[in-house]
């Protein structure tokens, strides 16, 4: 059985830094793509930044600049890096990772529970 934890988060003030990991276990052939989203209270879920199993990024524009997703494969651990923080990233970041359980299985989607960030004077 597959799980992904996500850890890191915490409570940081303006112009702060946080580093989140997401730590995949259990029956695990590859990872391909990990995603990292975050839904803020009364707001949809939004994708922050996505890593490719080949190290390819991308950011959605509001973390450019300040945000880095980064990948180690032999860990099976994705993190984001998250500097100059502002209050509006405040929110649950979810780690969501595509795994293949074997090979010649097709990739399954399995979701992290999720780690709060709170970005506060």
């Known amino acids: 059985q597959v799980q992904l934890v996500e850890s890191g988060g915490g409570l940081v003030q303006p112009g702060g830094s946080l580093r989140l990991s997401c730590a995949a276990s259990g029956s695990i052939f590859r990872i391909n793509g990990v995603d990292w989203y975050r839904q803020a209270p009364g707001k949809e879920r939004e994708l922050v930044a996505r890593?490719?199993?080949?190290?390819?990024?991308n950011y959605a524009d509001s973390v450019k600049g300040r945000f880095t997703i980064s990948r180690d494969n032999a860990k099976k651990t994705v993190y984001l890096q998250m500097n100059s923080l502002k209050p509006e990233d405040t929110a649950v970041y979810y780690c969501?990772?595509?795994?293949?359980?074997?090979?010649?299985?097709?990739?399954?989607?399995?979701w992290g529970q999720g780690t709060q960030v709170n970005v506060s004077s």
């Open positions: 890593i490719t199993m080949s190290g390819s990024t």
């Open positions: 969501n990772a595509k795994i293949v359980i074997r090979y010649g299985v097709p990739e399954n989607d399995y």
